[in-house]
């Protein structure tokens, strides 16, 4: 969403910037001449609060030789919202104002002065209303993410978001040729995805609750019923429903094939319980995502640092092609 001017970057690829409150993941992807994509490198790094963001923020562009790179800087999902409507019966110049007053009573700030972006939804096998996702953010939210990352020395051509980074890795996968859903949970939010082919279908928001979610590692041990606290029990049930109605949407309204498998993004904590907590009570295959086996890579990504890392890789496999 929202693409920049654009001119020649000093350095081949992408550059992409998940920024947190008290850090910041980089990633640089770059593709071969058949269009294969290659990750050069990527890293997280923890930081005191915003002011300290930006002084090591800048300090990785220029030890990294990076200063002038196209970049793709990442909201997180707790940052804007991602509501899905009819869309307006208006030209296609004149959908992302349309969309702004389709969505003014969904949102709980101004849309007057809000970044307002739209992307379409596939259509399913029938004849359907066309669906288009709509994206809004406070306009200061993407001033603050601009100001910031181009005082690194990067060059901002866009601001994207985590439904389409994470499109963009469920894109890796094989499972995405028969439809595939992915989970990511971190500790502001959670979303889930279901693509198909590279396009993006179906994006869910989760309740992600990272402490309580450890307590479920559990399971994993081969306990018939874990001693789980009530409210980790309702974060799995929250977990498990969500998912299954994901699905059932999925393969029913939108009238798709059947989902092949549910694939978890590796966390930050580990809660290997979920995997065995989602396979039991669903009838779709479920698996922790391991990005070396599907992607290039100069560096070994350790499940920790996929888990810290997987946004921002999925930001810089973004094409420049892609409209949103």
Known sequence: MLSLLKRRSKTDGIISVYLEP????????????????????????????????????????????????????????????????DAPPVEAGEMREAARWSVKDLVDFPVEDAAIDVFGVPSGGHAREKRIYVVATPSAVVKDAVDLIESSGLWLTAIDITELALRNVAALLPEDQRSVALMFLSAGAGVLTITHRGSLYLARRLHSELGLLAESVAYESGEAKPDLSEEAEQILKSLLLETQRSIDYYEHQLEQGPVSALVLVPLEIPVSGLRRYLATHLSVDVSVLELNGVLKSNQSLTPALQARCLTAIGAALRRECDAA
């Not at 963001?53 to 804007?80: D, F, I, K, Q, S």
């Open 22 to 85: 008290a850090g910041f993941s980089l990633a640089h992807a770059t593709r071969d001449a058949t269009g294969s994509p290659r990750l050069e490198f990527c890293m997280y790094e923890d930081c005191s609060g915003p002011s300290q963001v930006a002084r090591a923020l800048a300090a990785a562009v220029r030890e990294n030789g990076l200063v002038g790179t196209r970049c793709v800087g990442l909201l997180r999902p707790e940052l804007y919202s991602l509501r899905q409507i």
